[in-house]
């Protein structure tokens, strides 16, 4: 399972403080995952009030 946060995120940075592995980077216009970096713990889906993170 991955997960990728869609065009729904509005840069709140929920998710970025929640990751234990620093694994949400900030881009542009949204937060990306590094894939390299996640775990797979889902908390990021759990904390994003705009429900921008989806499973893959």
């Known amino acids: 399972m991955a997960f990728v946060i869609s065009q ?3 840069k709140c940075g929920a998710c970025e403080s929640t990751c234990p592995n620093k ?3 900030e881009e542009d ?4 995952i590094d894939y390299l970096k996640c ?3 889902g908390a ?3 904390i994003c009030p705009n429900r921008a ?3 893959v």
Do not use: M, P
């Open 29 to 32: 216009k949204q937060f990306a």
């Open 44 to 46: 990021c889906i759990s």
């Open 53 to 55: 993170i989806d499973e």
């Open 8 to 10: 729904r995120c509005v």
């Open 23 to 25: 694994a949400i980077v």
């Open 39 to 41: 775990v797979q713990c």
